[in-house]
C-alpha cells in the first residue's frame, strides 16, 4: 500500500478530481488544507472517502490576512477521527520577508495547538530553515510528531532535524535529473526517517514531469527512494508505509 502523506485535491485543482480519487483507492491519500478557504472541503473529501484523511492549518502566506476564526475554524475539526494533523504550517521568506513576526506568530499559534490536540505537525519552510528549526525546537512538545513537506534544506540541516524527532516529506523533486541535494540526503539517511508525498497538484515527478501531478505519482517516488537506498521497491513500500502509520496515526 501506498501513502501518499501530503497532497492538494480541491476543485480548483482538478476537475476530474472524483477520478484523482479512484486512482488510489487501494492506497491511502492524506491532503493537506492549501488556504484558509479549503477547510470544509477538506474535512468533507475525509468524510465521503474512506481512503482519504486530512491536515488542517493555516499556510504562511497569509499570514497578513488570515482572520481568528480562520484559526477557531481550525480549532473546531481537530477533534474529528480523520483529521491527523495540522498543516501545512511555518515559513516562507521566498516572496517577501517583511512580514516574518506574524509569519512566527501565526506558526507559534498553530504549534501550540498541536500541542494542545496531540496532533501532528506538517511544516512548510521556504527560504527560512532556520528560524523553522528555531521555532519547532523551542515550542514543539517532544511528544508531537512533525513531519517536514517537501524538505529542501542541505543534509547539515536535514541531520538537525532528524536529531529533534523530525520525519521528511520527499517527492518528486527527487526524481529530476539535476536534483543534487536531496538524493544526498536520501542517499545518506536512514529510510526510516522518510514519508513519501507528492504535494500533487506541483511537483510532478520525472517521467511525467510538465504534466499536473495526481497522488497515484507517488510510486514514481518511491521507486527513486528504492534505487539510491539500493533496496527492494516492496521494502522502500513497506517501510514508508509503516513510518506514515504511525506518524499520523493513522487508524487503518
Known sequence: MLIDTHCHISDEDYENKEEIIKNMENNIMIVSTASPKDIEEVVNLCETHKNIYGTLGIHPEFADTYKDEDLQKVEKYLTHPKIVGIGEIGLDYHYTKENKEKQKELFIKQINLANKYQKTIV????DAIEDTYNIIE???NKNI???MH??????????????LGVKLGIGGVLTFKNEKKL???VHALDIHNFVLETDSPYLTPEPLRGQKNEPRN???????????????????LEITTQTAIRQFDLKL
Open 183 to 185: 538524493k544526498e540526503i
Open 150 to 163: 517537501c524538505f529542501s534544506g542541505s543534509l547539515e540541516m536535514a541531520e538537525r532535524f532528524v536529531k
Open 145 to 147: 510528531k512533525c513531519n
Open 138 to 140: 523551542k515550542y514543539k
Open 218 to 236: 507517488v510510486k514514481y517516488v518511491a521507486a527513486k527512494i528504492s534505487q539510491l537506498k539500493g533496496i527492494s521497491y516492496a521494502k522502500t
Open 123 to 126: 511544516i512548510h519552510s521556504r
